[in-house]
Structures are given as structure tokens and as C-alpha cells.
């Protein structure tokens, strides 16, 4: 079921782009001030992470999944 394998990503997905916010937000708060600059960085940071493991999920369950 495709809509079961995308509600499942996004379980793994959701903490991975929390951490990847955390992240830059942790090593670019020392760069630049605080503001919208600092929340858009750390923002695209944590979607490309993300990404990233929803694509390495998907991936890793490729062949399991299919008949």
C-alpha cells in the first residue's frame, strides 16, 4: 500500500528533519545573527535531511516490499 509506505517515511522522516534543523542551527548560529536568514538555512537544511532519508529509506525497502 503506497499511502502505509509514505506514512511510514514520514515517521523516520519528521525526527531526521528536526535533527538536521538542530544541526545547523547549532553550528551557523555562531555565523549570523539571529533572524530570517538563520531560520531559512537551518529550515533547508533540515528538508534536504529529510530528504534524504525518506530516499535512503525507500530505497533500503525497495526490494523487500515488491513482489
Do not use: W
Request: net charge neutral; charged share 5%.
Amino acid at each position: 500500500n503506497p499511502f502505509l509506505r509514505i506514512g511510514a517515511l514520514g515517521l523516520f522522516a519528521v525526527p531526521a528533519a528536526v535533527a538536521g534543523y538542530a544541526l545547523a542551527h547549532g553550528v551557523v548560529k555562531h555565523a549570523l545573527e539571529p533572524g530570517v536568514m538563520l531560520t531559512l538555512i537551518c529550515s533547508c537544511c533540515g528538508a534536504v535531511v529529510a530528504v534524504a532519508a525518506m530516499v535512503n529509506l525507500n530505497a533500503l525497502g525497495q526490494g523487500l516490499l515488491d513482489p
